[in-house]
């Protein structure tokens, strides 16, 4: 079974990729934040996993659970975790990997990119983002 994601030109995909720019940098931004800091110190598994299922969405890419996993950027345990606790809110599906019966792909569901989308617009709403580098540190 495949990963029901939004087709090409869907309202959700398209006001997701509005914000391509910002969730690209963002996802980098946490990465470097975690070099720099350490990952003990600043972790947030699910958004990060979040951030990264959003922008393969945007490039309409499929993603493996083990790349799920290491995009949260700690313990396979508490990604695992985190993906489920996100799975249960129906913000991401898991299904079985039809080209590998071994393995099981993830993405963001049409009611996470809903959700990543409101949260952005509230954001940008409630400040003077001047440019997706701007909006990036917010979320980052």
Request: aromatic residues 4%; proline residues 7%.
């Amino acid at each position: 079974m495949a990963i029901s994601q939004p087709p090409p030109g869907a309202p959700v995909l398209d006001e997701v990729r509005r914000w391509h720019p910002a969730l690209a940098i963002a996802y980098d931004a946490r990465a470097v934040r975690g070099r720099v800091f350490g990952r003990v110190v600043m972790t947030d598994a699910a958004w990060d996993m979040l951030l990264f299922l959003a922008l393969a969405a945007c490039e309409q890419r499929e993603v493996t659970l083990g790349d799920a996993c290491q995009s949260a950027h700690t313990s396979p345990s508490t990604a695992l975790r985190q993906l489920d606790h996100l799975c249960d809110r129906k913000l991401l599906v898991r299904v079985p990997n039809p080209a590998d019966r071994r393995s099981h792909l993830v993405a963001i569901t049409p009611a996470g990119l809903g959700k990543l989308v409101e949260y952005l617009d509230r954001l940008s709403a409630a400040s003077a983002w001047s440019s997706p580098l701007a909006a990036s540190v917010v979320l980052a």
